[in-house]
């Protein structure tokens, strides 16, 4: 089992609309998972950090779901900005960032 | 400035001839990665480095070999490039708790 996996879309949804990912991850020892952004030929930036409790940030909300061993983002009111490839990162046990293939998402206007 | 920078941005080579991609940092970071990128596949860790006495091995470092020179430089090296090996490469910093990753702009290879 891969030790991140991810939707690979695309999510093609239109401007306004809720747009939800889940990202699993294999390794039930990781302690810390962010959510990346990357736009077509350009690296990859840290979007938001995911936090046990859940946590938000403006359109986004990340959570983690421990039990079951997925982390989730939601972006509400999309924009034809957010349109992206979103990568789940998990901070496993021996400190290596390992990267999910990453979710496409296209808004369409 | 960028805080990590990468040179080359691209680059053609052919199949055999050695290539060093390099990667240099001002965040003061200790962690050093390098990732190749391939569509479909994504980011893949070829090489990591905590600091400058210690290398470890990422999922794909067959092929590959690194340096790291300094806290700022850490290279990633292509003994003897092959068309397989092309691909987006990133190099990427993080600090000690490893929560933040900053990662260059990225070096295009291309291996003919």
């Known amino acids: ?109 | 400035d960028a805080d990590v920078t990468q040179t080359p941005r691209n680059r053609i080579t052919k199949t055999g001839k050695r290539i060093m991609l390099e990667c240099s940092q001002t965040k003061g970071h200790d962690r050093m990665y390098w990732y190749r990128q391939d569509p479909g596949l994504g980011l893949r860790l070829i090489y990591y480095s905590f600091d400058v006495k210690d290398i470890n091995k990422g999922e794909i470092s067959d092929g590959y070999s690194v340096s790291r020179q300094a806290q700022a430089k850490f290279s990633l090296s292509l003994e003897s490039a092959i068309p397989n090996q092309t691909a987006l490469y990133f190099c990427a910093t993080s600090d000690s708790t490893g929560r933040w990753a900053f990662f260059g702009q990225g070096t295009r290879l291309t291996v003919v």
């Not at chain 1, 809720?18 to 039930?28: E, H, I, R």
């Not at chain 1, 390992?98 to 206007?109: A, E, M, Y």
Request: some cysteine; overall charge neutral; glycine content about 6%.
């Open chain 1, 1 to 109: 089992r891969k030790e991140v996996e991810q939707d690979p879309g695309p999510f093609n949804v239109p401007e306004g609309a809720t747009v939800a990912f889940n990202c699993t991850y294999s390794n039930s020892a990781s302690q810390s998972f962010f959510w990346y952004r990357q736009d077509c030929r350009k690296e990859p930036k840290l979007l938001m950090s995911v936090y046990s409790s859940g946590n938000e940030d403006g359109r986004f909300t990340a959570q983690l779901n421990r039990a079951s061993q997925y982390i989730s983002l939601l972006i509400r009111d999309s924009k034809l900005s957010d349109s992206a490839t979103y990568l789940c990162v998990d901070m496993n046990r021996d400190d290596k960032i390992i990267f999910g293939k990453g979710t496409r998402l296209h808004i369409l206007p």
